[in-house]
């Protein structure tokens, strides 16, 4: 089977090598050049562990090739971004979806199969995508078939994720869920659920938000504990000892291209009836507001000058800063005048990175971890022997073994920073 894959990002180019390492002829097509380019001499342009060696086993068994030009195919899997708008509920921006159907339209063919992996508004394959296939004069369900399957893959373990995790295959109509389950049964091994379009839709976004409300649930909490002097870290502990309690974990904010995106997409479809969606995207976008605040404060408490701001990725072990809170948090500490802010991630290259912790840390006064990088989990007190003041706030509650530091503060002692205390400047 030929597969042309439309998108070579962190969902797209995983895809496509699966089924190149399946024994299916696949195409893959990106706007990028440069990509293009890198992916047929033999490097990846992502992070994800494992990726490399699989593209390599690829190019091996010649199953493997990216370009600019769609070719005719038997399938054809859209995975290309769909940002938001720039109206009041941030809905979904099909552009990019519907470029790559479009350049899809001229090579299609009876018996073709068009799978939309991108994440989308409901109702968008049957609203949208549909009559744009059908305009070809083919019939949906008859002649070709189109097919909403949304990934739902754990950056850093993809490779693992897409072949054991279920998969839902939103058929437009019971032909072209068959037809999907039909290409994705040549690697799945999780169960292939059968679903309606717009079913397959809204639970994807759904998975997201429930995940972006229990976050919210949990930011909040830090909020009142905050405000009351309660250890917020403590309380949701012990709550979780319950055996039908599940609160998530607090942090400086939801970033990456689901929790900070997808809840959006259905606000902005049923907006009289999502109140509780919306108001948990509200706490959880000023969450980085938050943040900042509490680090002013706490400058403010120690005399600081120099902040050391540690990771500017949405999430932990990974290279994507997509939507990510701590890289608003950084620049706007950064356009702060009285104060000198140095960012270091071990696993983002840019010209304002430090590469070295060191030279981060030096002479500064707060390392500000925002990000769970596993690299911050070995930090020690002896790590800011370098520093002027040796202080941390450490919103993911990473840097364990520095909880003994008289200057220490997680999200769950953020009233501390209100009090009045001794400050160990380092000589």
């Known amino acids: 089977m030929k597969i042309v894959v439309m998108g070579l990002g962190y969902i797209g180019l995983p895809t496509a090598i699966m089924f190149a ?20 001499t033999g490097k990846i342009h992502i992070e994800e562990p494992g990726l490399q060696a699989e593209l390599d086993r ?87 078939f189109l097919v909403h399957c949304p990934e739902r893959v754990l950056p850093g373990q993809i490779i693992h994720e897409l072949i054991y995790n279920n998969r839902i295959i939103g058929g437009v109509t019971p032909a072209c869920t068959q037809a999907g389950k039909k290409i994705y049964s040549v ?3 999780g169960e292939l659920i059968e679903s309606a379009a717009s079913t397959a839709e809204m639970s994807k976004l759904m998975e997201n938000t429930y995940r972006d409300v229990n976050i919210a ?11 009351l002097g309660i250890n917020a870290l403590d309380v949701i502990s012990m709550a979780n000892k319950h055996p039908r309690v599940n609160l998530h974990q607090p942090g400086p904010g939801v970033g990456g291209h689901c929790l900070a995106v997808d809840p959006y997409f259905i606000a902005a479809k049923a907006p009289a009836q999502s109140h ?27 005399q600081g000058r120099k902040i050391a701001v540690f990771g500017l990725t949405y999430k932990g072990d990974i290279d994507d800063i997509r939507e990510s809170p701590a890289l608003e948090i950084y620049h706007e500490l950064d356009a702060m005048s009285q104060f000198d802010v140095v960012a270091y991630d071990p696993h983002v290259n840019a010209p304002f990175i430090e590469q070295d912790m060191a030279t981060a840390t030096a002479d500064a006064d707060l390392v500000l971890v925002l990000v769970d990088h596993s690299e911050f989990r070995a930090l020690t007190s002896a790590d ?18 520095c909880k003994d530091m008289e200057n220490y503060y997680d999200l769950g002692t953020l009233s501390k920073i209100k009090e009045r205390q001794a400050v160990s400047i380092i000589a």
Do not use: W
């Open 21 to 40: 390492n399946h024994k299916q002829d696949v195409l893959g097509i990106d706007v990028n050049e440069n990509v293009i380019k890198e992916l047929n």
């Open 58 to 144: 690829a190019l091996t068994n010649k199953t493997f090739r990216a370009g600019l030009v769609v070719e005719p195919a038997d399938a054809f899997i859209v995975s290309v971004p769909t940002p938001n708008n720039d109206d009041a509920l941030k809905s979904c921006d099909l552009g990019y979806v519907q470029s790559a159907v479009s350049n899809i339209l001229p090579v299609l063919e009876k018996g073709n199969t068009i799978i939309i992996e991108s994440t989308i508004a409901p109702r968008s394959t049957e609203d949208h995508i549909l009559p744009l296939v059908e305009s070809t004069g083919l019939i949906v369900g008859k002649d070709v």
């Open 187 to 189: 690697f799945v091994q």
């Open 217 to 227: 649930l949990a930011n909040e909490l830090v909020h009142i504990s905050a405000e």
């Open 276 to 302: 509780l969606i919306q108001r948990a995207r509200h706490i959880n976008s000023t969450m980085p507001n938050f943040i900042v605040e509490n680090t002013v404060a706490l400058m403010d408490k120690i």
């Open 384 to 401: 800011f022997n370098n520093m002027r003041t040796k202080a941390i706030l450490d919103t993911k509650n990473v840097a364990t073994e």
